[in-house]
């Protein structure tokens, strides 16, 4: 059963931990791109110093969640509505067709994870996969894909407790396996990647639950204690 288009504009409310704050997760606007871009900078190239590289690095950010099927977003809420972008990540639905002979199938990849320095630890990483995860059922996704280093064990251990395993483990098609390990997935030059996957399903129990009120969802489950993984890439896919 697939969820209603609704969905697409689906924002999840969280209480933070600081009073009069509270966290959003919603699809970004390319109103945002900008501060999105400005994050994944200060997150993904640290060393960058001059003013115009890192002008330069968020130019080719926006450039590429311009080209991405979802932007998602999570931000703090402070009092007076004003918001300030603390993590973010791309989702790209991918038609493999052509790879699995089933008509109209597609899989989601997620990249470009990434949650500010002064918002870790608060389940942000948990609630943007969440959120993927829920685009991804609402599009008729099979699949939900991302790449992570084999060493970065904090990544690992939170894509696990989500549900995430190796590809090659779970999966047979393995031609899917190998089209995510080429560009613009995969820069062949970068450090060995491991393909995690998970199945979306809309009749398990989840994280984000729809409410009967006006498409919102709320996530009381979420906490403040959850492991995150602020998880680099570039532009040409997620090198987590």
Known sequence: MRLGGALLQLVCVLCAARAGARLVYRRASPLEYRAIGELRTSVFCPTLSAIGSRYLQTRVFIEAMSKKSAVLVALTQGEGGIE????SSDLQIEDISHLSHVEGDCVGYVTNVCVSADARRRGIGRGLMSL?????IDH???ELLLH???HNHTAERL???IGFRERSQVASCQAITQHFFQLPFYDPAASPQMLMMMRPDPSA?????IR????????????????NAATASSPFGSFN
């Open 140 to 142: 008729g996704a099979s």
């Open 132 to 136: 993927a995860e829920a685009v991804c």
């Open 159 to 161: 894509y696990r407790s």
């Open 148 to 150: 992570v280093e084999p």
């Open 212 to 227: 009967a009120q006006g498409g919102v969802a709320q996530d009381a489950d979420i906490q403040d204690t959850a492991m």
């Open 84 to 87: 300030r972008v603390v993590g």
């Open 205 to 209: 129990p989840r994280v984000l639950e």
